[in-house]
């Protein structure tokens, strides 16, 4: 039987935010991150994903919150699948954003989500208002009043995270691996590079790096390079470019990976965010 999996893309130009609509039936998609908080809400069928070391069932007008680097994949117990709308928001907005708008905001703190799901109608009806302004491309004074409505309802289930150079929640070798694949994302690195840096052999390492962050280190190598790719995407930098630029063998090789991760090709991706022809 064909897929009837769909996902509907759009990008907004003044904030960068992504905004999507999919349905999925069955498998949705594999253990993964963003770099963005996820600001979401299931409108069909059970949404089901772990995250948080916790499995979660989201159901109709229920909102579904990640914060950047959380780990969580997607499935649909039901037959007839699971349809959502999601906001994808860059986090230097959204810090900058709660800070304009709100005096009280710390200094030298990032915002952190409280629960990973809420039954919040009012919090709900705003996230939906967010996106069809920004989906459907409404007047910009329309987009963000939106925008300062979803926020002025996400601060009841956010609170301040001061920022710390390291987690004190997560062990040292997995930090220091992490840290080293965001430096050398560009690089062919071995586990024996990772072991190196972090001071245990690699089979330690790899246990560690599973138990912080819920992916082996080549899976959030792939993740990372996934997530700058499509920085580059929507930048208007061809799929070819992109590929060479982070470390795929070649421009299908991106593409795998891109759909497996995403449901739609880098140059489907890049037309979306750019309008530019593939």
């Not at 072991?195 to 819920?214: C, E, H, Q, T, W």
Request: aromatic content about 8%; hydrophobic content about 40%; charged content about 20%.
């Amino acid at each position: 039987m064909a897929s009837t999996n769909w996902i509907d893309l759009a990008q907004d130009a003044d904030t960068g935010i992504e905004t999507i609509r999919a349905h999925f039936r069955g498998h949705a998609y594999d253990p993964h991150w963003h770099d963005s908080y996820l600001i979401g809400v299931t409108e069909q069928g059970v949404q089901q994903f772990s995250c948080r070391q916790r499995q979660h069932n989201s159901l109709p007008g229920q909102v579904f919150m990640l914060e950047p680097g959380e780990i969580h994949d997607g499935f649909a117990p039901s037959a007839d699948g699971f349809t959502y709308s999601t906001l994808y928001v860059d986090p230097h907005w959204l810090e900058r954003e709660l800070h304009a708008l709100f005096e009280q905001a710390p200094a030298d703190c990032q915002p952190s989500i409280a629960q990973t799901l809420t039954q919040d109608t009012a919090l709900a009806r705003a996230t939906m208002q967010a996106f069809q302004a920004l989906h459907g491309g409404e007047l910009r004074i329309v987009r963000q009043t939106a925008l300062d409505g979803l926020l002025g309802q996400l601060t009841a289930h956010l609170h301040w995270r001061k920022r710390l150079p390291l987690d004190p929640r997560l062990p040292l070798v997995a930090q220091r691996a992490r840290d080293y694949l965001h430096a050398h994302v560009h690089d062919d690195i071995g586990l024996d590079d990772l072991a190196r840096i972090s001071g245990v052999d690699r089979f330690r390492l790899s246990r560690a790096f599973k138990s912080a962050f819920g992916i082996a280190p080549h899976a959030y190598l792939i993740q990372l390079r996934l997530a700058k790719a499509r920085h580059l995407l929507a930048l208007g930098q061809t799929p070819a470019e992109v590929a060479s630029a982070l470390g795929f063998a070649d421009q299908s090789h991106l593409g795998r990976w891109f759909r497996r991760a995403y449901c739609l090709t880098p140059a489907d991706y890049r037309k979306r965010c750019t309008n530019h022809p593939d």
